[in-house]
């Protein structure tokens, strides 16, 4: 399925959880998304008491902000 597809099914304030963001990115888990937010190199996310979300707009922005057009350039 294609990522924009899945994505588009939260508008964009809506919370998407964080065991929503294995199935919207395949390949992770939620150790993956746990490191990314304790390293700081993940999207912002927003805490309410316990529980992890994301919005949409902030993956958006992480996915746009990612975006390189070659590897040998320096970051």
Do not use: C
């Not at 998407?16 to 912002?44: C, D, E, V, Y």
């Not at 309410?48 to 993956?59: A, I, K, L, N, S």
Request: glycine content about 6%; hydrophobic content about 40%; proline content about 4%.
């Amino acid at each position: 399925m294609n990522l924009d597809k899945l994505l588009s099914d939260y508008g964009d304030d809506e919370l998407i959880p964080s065991a929503a963001m294995t199935s919207l990115f395949r390949g992770t888990n939620a150790q993956t998304w746990a490191a990314l937010r304790h390293k700081g190199n993940g999207p912002i996310f927003v805490k309410v008491m316990r529980r992890v979300y994301y919005r949409r707009r902030d993956v958006e922005a992480w996915l746009n902000h990612n975006r390189w057009e070659r590897t040998d350039l320096p970051a």
